[in-house]
């Protein structure tokens, strides 16, 4: 596969990446850049190489999972380029072809998809309060199994309308709403990435010796989520 050639496929890639004349002022903007091993100048730099070999290494490099997506770079490139959205291409390409789950950071991608991605579809938000279950989220702290049994008293004193049909926050997504939500997903191809992302992970859980489930209750989702090799930081 001409890597070069399938990120020119996508729009963003497209959008993102006119020339780079290598000035570095979106590795200075870049609030990324402040605290991982990271520099989007040199990102840009090996993509306009058009070095097949170089390109498959960064597709399975930690670096293309560090960008935070804040679009500062957009701001201020003297040559209209966006990292960002070249970040973005190289992410989905990642994606496709199963290299993000050879790295650690590209591996979350898995869990990004079980909770975010999955919750979605299920209720409408990426977040809902029944679904950050206290065992699979100690970061809630003690009290938060507390304040699920205590939800409609809780949520109330928030103005919000939990699970009830209306305005407001957190009600409930009519079906007819989710279903259009289903569709768009089928449409686009996101239901395809993520029986990729569900895929590539399940082959590299079985790599790693860990179990998998259809469920995120499973070894390999409590790694992803937990493991820090600790060597992400520029210090
Ligand atoms: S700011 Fe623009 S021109 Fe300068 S290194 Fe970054 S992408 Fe290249
Ligand atoms: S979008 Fe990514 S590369 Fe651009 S400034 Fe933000 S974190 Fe850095």
Known sequence: MNYYIELEKDIRFREGLNACLNCGICTAICPAAEFYNYDP??????????????????????TIWYCGQCMSCKTRCPRGNTPGFVIQALRYLSQKCGFFADSEKGRQQYAIKKTVGENILKTGYCIHPDLVTPDMHPEQGPIWEWVLENRTRVYERFYANLDKQG?????????????ELA????????????????R????????????????FDNDYFR???TYNSGNHSSE
């Open 223 to 225: 790694h992803v989520c």
């Open 41 to 62: 100048r040199l990102i840009i730099t090996i993509v306009q190489q058009k070095n097949n070999e170089k390109i498959e290494e960064l597709l399975q490099s930690e």
């Open 183 to 198: 569709s768009i997903f089928s449409e686009t191809g996101g239901n395809e990435l993520y029986n990729d992302i569900e």
């Open 200 to 215: 590539f992970s399940e082959k590299q859980a079985s790599n790693m010796n860990l179990s998998f489930t259809e469920t």
């Open 167 to 179: 305005a407001g926050t957190l009600r409930k997504i009519h079906q007819k709403n989710l279903d």
